[in-house]
């Protein structure tokens, strides 16, 4: 391997998808990279250890998980500053962008721990008990945090007949 023991390689493999969880986490695209980059700081001064370990993007993203639950506690990242764009009108062909929008929103307004557990169950496919072993807590929590999140982004999202709202149809 090269001097940096294949760092920059899963840089470079992994960064897309980091980014767009901590997109999801933060709800900025400027605090998602900054978030990617702080995440990849720490584990750069461990690489030699986690880089031995069976899934080094599973420490990644709970070093993004906790450094956003962090910065939102001490600066208030990732909290909505608006209500979003309006509902499109019926028939509009751009409604899917409105309601990802709209879907985001919602996700943002979300408490730190249980977006986190959203993003990692329904964006990174993660099961429970990987969700739980990223987070550091129970399998239950994570089936509470899931059941109870996806009730308020429904409610949220309930005004909207057209709008699709993540199922919770997995096992």
Not at 71 to 79: I, K, L, S
Not at 119 to 132: I, K, Q, S
Not at 140 to 153: A, F, Y
Request: with cysteine.
């Amino acid at each position: 391997m090269s001097t940096d023991d294949g760092f920059r390689e899963f840089v470079r493999e992994h960064w897309g998808p980091l980014t767009r969880t901590a997109y999801l986490l933060t709800g900025d695209r400027g605090h998602a990279e900054d978030l990617v980059q702080t995440a990849l700081e720490k584990t750069h001064r461990k690489w030699r250890t986690v880089s031995r370990m069976d899934a080094p993007v599973a420490y990644v993203r709970k070093a993004m998980v906790n450094t956003a639950i962090s910065w939102r506690r001490r600066r208030g990242f990732g909290r909505g500053t608006g209500a979003g764009p309006e509902p499109a009108a019926a028939g509009d062909p751009y409604q899917q962008v409105v309601d990802r929008q709209r879907l985001t929103t919602a996700l943002r307004a979300l408490p730190p721990k249980m977006r986190a557990v959203l993003v990692l169950r329904y964006f990174e496919d993660l099961t429970e008990a990987d969700v739980a072993a990223t987070l550091g807590c129970s399998v239950g929590t994570v089936k509470s945090q899931v059941s109870r999140g996806l009730q308020r982004l429904r409610a949220e999202m309930a005004d909207a007949p057209t709008t699709t709202v993540l199922q919770e149809s997995r096992a």
